[in-house]
């Protein structure tokens, strides 16, 4: 088991590191990274809890610091909070340090923050150490995602990389490296490289033991096959699909059911047997049945219409004008080359038509 960390990219033997003068006395224990790879070797869900439960018996200040990591990288957000106060609460400034930051990833998580704000938050600490520089530097890459800048990911990319190198602790080595590949992931399927996209989404799943976090793959993998593979694509969505109910995870249920199935489903014209609850997909649908006036009908209701539905709409009208707006809200807006492919490939279709027409 260790030697998936081991032979990961993003894992590097440094001969002159420093001693990290964060820890404080020595203690005779296994790290966390060791706790949990011994324990994954019968049961996985049981290695997860034991880990869990080891984050809190755990003498050692390194461990408390990685286990704030591992309790977010797994979803434990209520140990998560136990685990931050645990560190405020020692006398090890840099744990202090540590817990500060994971109080903003979790007020982030928590939606109580947006974007600017936690930005601001951020400039009032200090980062001394290569984790936190990369704790730093994926905040700052999650703000410019939820903003839509995808563009500007890859200013991130090649110092999160050599961070990462820097880093002993393996079970850090391992989450960062898994976020690191989350956004490497995204920041080429926005531009439409899916050949590299596909590599890191592909890496995650053999990697992370987290169902969340395959589910969250398998979706994102399934709408980079849209324009390539129905079957590749309808797949991941049945991943996702059984792997959130197997957890019972609800949101995740609930938008693979609402949205990702149905928009593949309609992309494809495989919609047999296949429904919705959301308005814009219903409208998708009745497009791909070749009923054109319910989806402008059910489109025309709308007070606002996004990227998606205005491609929706300007193809059921075929509607030049509102496909071309559709493009370049993506791309201006997105900057997400790889859906302004939709309303692109329908203005070609068009055009090509009217070539035929023109010609005969």
Not at 59 to 85: H, M, V, W
Not at 189 to 218: C, Q
Not at 330 to 357: G, Q, S
Request: net charge neutral; hydrophobic share 35%; charged share 30%.
């Amino acid at each position: 088991m260790v030697g998936i960390v081991m032979n990961n990219p993003y894992n590097k033997n440094k001969h002159n590191e420093k001693v990290n003068k964060c820890d404080g006395q020595a203690t005779i224990e296994p790290s966390l990274f060791t706790v949990f790879k011994l324990a994954a070797q019968t049961n996985i869900d049981e290695a997860i809890e034991h880990t869990r439960q080891f984050c809190f018996q755990a003498a050692s200040d390194q461990t408390k610091r990685t286990g704030l990591e591992f309790l977010y990288a797994y979803g434990f957000l209520d140990d998560l909070n136990k685990l931050i106060e645990i560190n405020i609460a020692t006398e090890n400034a840099c744990n202090q340090q540590w817990a500060k930051l994971y109080q903003i990833i979790m007020e982030r998580r928590q939606k109580r923050l947006d974007p600017d704000a936690y930005m601001d938050k951020l400039s009032e600490l200090s980062f001394d150490s290569a984790e936190l520089k990369c704790l730093r530097d994926f905040l700052y890459v999650y703000s410019y995602y939820e903003r839509r800048q995808f563009h500007m990911l890859g200013n991130y990319l090649d110092p999160l990389l050599d961070r990462i190198y820097e880093i002993k602790d393996l079970m850090l080595k391992e989450l960062f490296s898994i976020r690191l590949d989350e956004i490497l992931m995204t920041y080429h399927w926005k531009r439409s490289e899916m050949i590299i996209a596909r590599k890191h989404g592909y890496r995650i799943l053999a990697t992370t033991k987290n169902n969340r976090k395959k589910i969250d793959i398998h979706s994102n993998m399934a709408l980079g096959y849209l324009f390539e593979d129905y079957e590749q694509a309808i797949h991941h969505a049945r991943e996702a699909q059984k792997l959130a109910d197997q957890i019972e995870f609800k949101p995740a249920i609930n938008w693979l059911k609402e949205f990702t199935i149905p928009f593949i489903s309609a992309y494809h014209r495989r919609t047999d047997g296949v429904t919705t609850n959301d308005k814009a997909e219903q409208a998708h649908l009745a497009l791909a049945n070749g009923d054109n006036e319910t989806c402008i009908q059910i489109l025309n209701e709308f007070a606002e219409l996004s990227p998606f539905q205005q491609y929706y709409l300007g193809k059921a009208m075929e509607d030049q004008s509102l496909l071309q707006t559709s493009y370049n809200r993506f791309i201006h807006e997105r900057n997400d080359y790889f859906f302004a492919k939709l309303p692109l490939k329908e203005m070609h279709r068009l055009a090509n038509r009217e070539k035929r027409v023109h010609f005969k």
